[in-house]
């Protein structure tokens, strides 16, 4: 049997962790899909397999409200600033407040984010930008992909303009791809903190198994790695 699961980017690094484990005691396949959390619940909502879902807290709880997800299981993975990165080596600019974060943004040669309309991240962007009153001049140099991993993974393998380029996403998506560094969290008044949660399907094909799974990505036995990861816990 194959349990499978749907999540948002930003829990990547846990769930595969954590599905090795899972795998040899349970002896049962996990499959898991990573996408932009607005792509995972289009997914799922138009029938995607999915015993297990790990999406924000309030995308969540519109689903429990229509009774798409077993609300019993619905449980906090934790909390996720959204962070800024540069390439592996490159200096990293000031953001330690509203008028530095700006200065860095304005001068960057491109912003590397996820889906400006499906993610999480990515609409931030875009907000921040319309904040700054910079969006008109900087809407050329974004750079978005289908989720934050692809975005900072582009970023880390770029040749020319490293020097000046950033990333913007979920701190947990910089902190597992290689080639990239975290410069730090977004500032007041432009940070962004996101619950991501865990549910099980109501229409899982492995209700228990996913309860378990459920159980372990959200519980006390993983919260260590869960910290690691970038979840911040309340």
Do not use: W
Not at 68 to 77: F, Q
Not at 106 to 113: D, H, M, P
Not at 145 to 171: F, H, K, P, S
Request: aromatic letters at 4%.
């Amino acid at each position: 049997m194959t349990l499978h699961i749907l999540s948002a980017g930003a829990a990547k690094a846990v769930v595969n962790t954590l599905a090795e484990t899972f795998t040899r005691e349970e002896r049962v396949a996990v499959a898991a899909v990573f996408n932009a959390a607005g792509t995972i619940r289009a997914q799922f909502v138009a029938g995607e397999p999915c015993d297990v879902l790990i999406l924000p807290v309030a995308m969540l709880d519109a689903l429990a409200a229509e009774r798409r997800i077993d609300a019993s299981t619905h449980a906090s993975l934790g909390l996720v600033p959204t962070g800024v990165a540069v390439a592996a080596g490159v200096p990293a600019p000031q953001i330690g407040d509203a008028a530095a974060t700006r200065s860095a943004f304005e001068n960057a040669s491109a912003i590397y984010c996820p889906d400006t309309q499906r993610s999480t991240a990515g609409l931030h962007v875009v907000r921040v930008l319309h904040e700054m009153g910079i969006h008109a001049s900087m809407a050329a140099r974004i750079r978005d992909y289908a989720n934050g991993a692809q975005a900072m993974a582009a970023l880390a393998a770029l040749d020319t303009d490293r020097e000046r380029a950033i990333g913007c996403t979920q701190v947990t998506e910089i902190l597992y791809t290689p080639g990239v560094t975290l410069v730090g969290v977004l500032p007041p008044p432009f940070e962004l903190t996101t619950v991501y949660s865990v549910a099980v399907s109501s229409q899982s094909r492995h209700p228990e198994r996913a309860r378990r799974f459920a159980a372990l990505v959200s519980g006390p036995h993983s919260e260590a790695l869960r910290v690691e990861s970038g979840f911040a816990q309340r």
